[in-house]
């Protein structure tokens, strides 16, 4: 089967950096994405690697490690509108279209 | 970024009946969309793969004869939930990708099955 495993919350204060980890055991791999989501709106695309390393989109980042199945987002500077939920997902079949989520991280950013 | 809709927004509906859900891409074709639903704070599950132009592909689970999914154009996918149950109220969104890299999902669907 697929799994992929997130901290279920993780609290930080304003201004902090907090990373949100994420383990993957999928029977194929096209890429791990980061999606936000805040209480009853839809997911939106924070971040994506298809390739070890690290990219950076403004205060967001993302980490993969394809070798050791994981990568993490990190948030830097963090904004009381930076609680929500936060989930990871693995692309696998129609060239990386289907999306296999994590049970997601709710995040909350206290002043 | 690219547009997603969907439509209705909520829908209420008593058991037994049939619901539609409509998905449009707004500013790219699509030749396959996904449909997710969601329960309350639960993950994205994936129920199905819409295709334009054929049929659609089911998660294992998923019942194709209760979840009827048509994909009539590269803009338009819908998800008929028939003989809706109480158990089928859910938040259900689709979503779509222009490329590779970043899927666009629709504002969702909260359907409730009195």
């Known amino acids: 089967g697929q799994s992929l495993e997130q901290p279920s919350e993780v609290t930080a204060v304003e201004g902090a950096i907090v990373q949100i980890n994420c383990t993957y055991q999928?029977?194929?791999?096209?890429?791990l994405s980061w999606y936000q989501q805040h209480d009853g709106g839809a997911p939106t695309f924070l971040s994506y690697n298809a390739l070890d390393g690290l990219e950076e989109t403004g205060r967001f980042s993302s980490f993969l490690s394809r070798s050791d199945s994981y990568g993490y987002l990190l948030l830097q500077e963090l904004q009381m509108k930076d609680s929500a939920s936060y989930f990871c997902a693995v692309g696998l079949g129609n060239q990386g279209g289907k999306l296999i989520f994590g049970q997601g991280t709710e995040l909350s950013v206290k002043p | 970024g690219a547009v997603v809709s969907q439509h209705p927004s909520w829908v209420i509906c008593k058991s037994g009946t049939s619901v539609k859900i409509e998905c449009r891409s707004l500013?790219?074709?699509?030749?396959?969309m996904f449909w997710y639903r969601q329960f309350p704070k639960q993950s994205l599950m994936l129920m199905a793969t819409s295709n334009e132009g054929s049929k659609a592909t089911y998660e294992q689970g998923v019942e194709k004869d209760k979840f009827l999914i048509n994909h009539a154009s590269l803009t338009l996918s819908t998800l008929t939930v028939t003989s809706a149950h109480p158990e089928d109220s859910s938040f259900y969104i689709c979503?779509?990708?222009?490329?590779?890299?970043?899927?666009?999902f629709g504002p969702g669907t909260r359907l409730t099955v009195t």
């Open positions: 979503s779509a990708r222009p490329g590779e890299r970043e899927q666009y």
């Open positions: 999928t029977s194929g791999f096209y890429g």
């Open positions: 500013d790219f074709q699509a030749t396959t």
